[in-house]
Structure formats: C-alpha cells, structure tokens
C-alpha cells in the first residue's frame, strides 16, 4: 500500500471521525464531568488519533482505535493530577467537577455511583446509555465478545440500581 500524503491522512480521518465525533464528545463528557475538560480530553484525542492513524489497518477498528485513546488520554491526565496533588483518585474526580446550577443532585448522585462501578461496567453504561453506541460497537471498543458486553452493561446497571437504593435487598425466608 503506497503512502499516504498528510493530506490524505487527514481527509482518511475526517470520514471515520465525523460521523463518531458526537458521541466521543458525550464519552469524554461523562467521563470528566465537566464540558471545558472533555473539549480539552476531545482535542488531545483528535490529535493523538490523527498522529497515528497510520498504525490503524483496518477501518472497521477506527471506533475501538479512538475511543481507546480516549480512555489512555483521560487515564494518563488523571494520573498526572494524581502525582501533582498527593490527592486520592475519589478527591481529585470530585475537585475536577464544576457543577453549575443546572446541574441536578440525581445526576451528582448517578456520577457517583458510576465512579463506583468496576472500569469495564462503568465504561460499557457510558457508551451505550450516553453515547448511543450499538451492542456490536461497544464490543469492537472494548473487545471481548457480545455477550461480555451485555453481561456487563446487566451488571452495571444491577449495580447502579443497588447503589442508588431503588433495589429492595433480597429477602430470606
């Protein structure tokens, strides 16, 4: 396959990124909780994706490629903020929220619960119920199988539901 000029690089990634830009910026949102953050998370992923997408073979693994950059990017940013405070992860999430008025006590409430859920779930219900990407999308993001990806969306939710208190417990007897 002959190389491809910058510009054609960049043409390459406009079609696969237009189409999925939304959607990454509803991701990034959900996972900085904060609008300015996730366009700055949005723009650092734009650029590392752009830079490497020579290393992408496939097209059909362009939302697994970028939003796993997304995921590296927000991880790496979060650890740097880590190492300059000495704060705990749970400290500094919250100290990076900004919640302006519009912003309710039940989704304060959910973002907690959410930052409770192991990675995987956390992520699955992020992509699927805030940034509207299909069962077989989701598997191409995360990997793993189909039905990895509906056990962990089953259980995050189950989750969820038990943290927030709208599961009565089982009961014995």
């Known amino acids: 396959m002959p190389e491809s000029t910058p510009k054609q690089s960049q043409e390459r990634f406009l079609q696969l990124y237009q189409p999925v830009h939304e959607s990454l910026l509803r991701f990034c949102e959900a996972m900085t909780r904060h609008p300015e953050l996730a366009k700055e998370l949005v723009s650092e992923v734009v650029l590392e994706a752009l830079e490497?997408?020579?290393?992408?073979?496939?097209?059909?693994?362009?939302?697994?490629?970028?939003?796993?950059?997304?995921?590296?990017?927000?991880?790496?940013?979060?650890?740097?903020?880590?190492?300059?405070?000495?704060?705990?992860?749970?400290?500094?999430?919250?100290?990076?929220?900004?919640?302006?008025?519009?912003?309710?006590?039940?989704?304060?409430?959910?973002?907690?619960?959410?930052?409770?859920?192991?990675?995987?779930?956390?992520?699955?219900?992020?992509?699927?119920?805030?940034s509207g990407f299909s069962l077989e999308e989701i598997r191409k993001i995360q990997g793993g199988s189909l039905s990895g990806v509906k056990l962990r969306l089953k259980r995050g939710r189950e989750k969820l539901k038990k943290l927030l208190g709208l599961l009565e417990p089982a009961t014995t007897g």
């Open 52 to 130: 490497n997408l020579h290393k992408l073979r496939d097209e059909a693994a362009f939302l697994g490629f970028l939003f796993g950059i997304a995921r590296n990017c927000h991880r790496r940013k979060f650890r740097r903020k880590a190492r300059e405070t000495d704060l705990p992860d749970q400290v500094l999430h919250r100290a990076d929220q900004n919640p302006g008025p519009e912003r309710s006590a039940e989704v304060a409430l959910l973002y907690e619960a959410l930052a409770k859920l192991p990675e995987k779930q956390q992520e699955a219900l992020l992509l699927f119920e805030v």
